[in-house]
């Protein structure tokens, strides 16, 4: 049976300590999300969406902002307590924002129906799922084996949601300024998981204070900056949607 305290070690910077601050860096670098979450509340709060029609992606967006906090709560427990339970607590967030924001991005820029939104979304969710259960080739077994995981550590499982920046991006960045910002969230992105990946084959040349530090903790202060940009293009969207909209007495 397995038990939700049960310790799980995955990071270079905790090796097999179970102490709870086995890893400062990559648990400091959580304050990134909660930054970004407290900038996001600001711009939610002077956000006029009055349009009925815009009440629905004002509602997702402050869920966004939400699960933004989220993201670095969950983040904070898991590189502190590291156990089962807190490991859920750290990706269930992620999971649920990308989600959200893929729904966000194809109503608000595409202007899907919510039908098509729903198919694309099980799409999406069974995309991430088959790639994050992926086995890497026996040549790269050196990569994965200090943190028992699926291929390059379980990055693989974030392609699809790669895929989904630079194709929202590409279809509308010709008639929306929000597909620029997809395109940069996509190359931090991109960067960030390059460097989730690299954490563990890193651990012996990133040496901080005496210790093996690894990439990690760069992977959470990028993803917080493309969390930053995703959040900035939403809500330019929502905001020049609103001020498009007639005014009503």
């Keep these: 049976m397995t038990s939700w305290g049960e310790q799980v070690f995955r990071y270079c910077e905790r090796a097999r300590d179970a102490a709870f601050w086995a890893e400062p860096f990559n648990a400091v670098s959580n304050a990134g999300f909660l930054l970004v979450a407290i900038w996001g509340l600001a711009r939610l709060r002077r956000l006029n969406t009055a349009a009925p029609e815009d009440r629905g992606g004002h509602v997702l967006l402050a869920v966004l902002v939400g699960l933004t906090a989220a993201i670095g709560i969950g983040s904070f427990l898991f590189h502190t307590f590291a156990t089962r339970w807190s490991r859920l607590a750290d990706v269930v967030p992620i999971a649920i924002f990308m989600a959200c924001y893929l729904a966000f991005a194809l109503r608000v820029f595409l202007g899907l129906s919510p039908w098509r939104i729903m198919l694309c979304l099980g799409i999406f969710l069974a995309a991430s799922g088959l790639m994050a259960s992926i086995a890497c080739p026996v040549s790269l077994a050196s990569v994965t084996s200090f943190a028992r995981e699926p291929c390059l550590k379980g990055t693989m499982g974030y392609v699809p949601a790669l895929a989904a920046l630079v194709l929202i991006g590409s279809l509308v ?72 909209s007639p005014s009503r007495s």
Aim: glycine share 6%; with cysteine.
């Design 173 to 244: 960045r010709k008639r929306h300024a929000a597909g620029h910002m997809l395109m940069i969230a996509a190359g931090l992105f991109l960067a960030a998981m390059l460097l989730r990946w690299l954490d563990a084959r890193a651990c012996t040349t990133v040496i901080i204070l005496g210790r093996p530090r690894g990439t990690h903790a760069l992977w959470h202060l990028i993803n917080a900056a493309t969390l930053a940009v995703l959040l900035s293009a939403a809500f330019d969207a929502l905001g020049r949607r609103t001020a498009a």
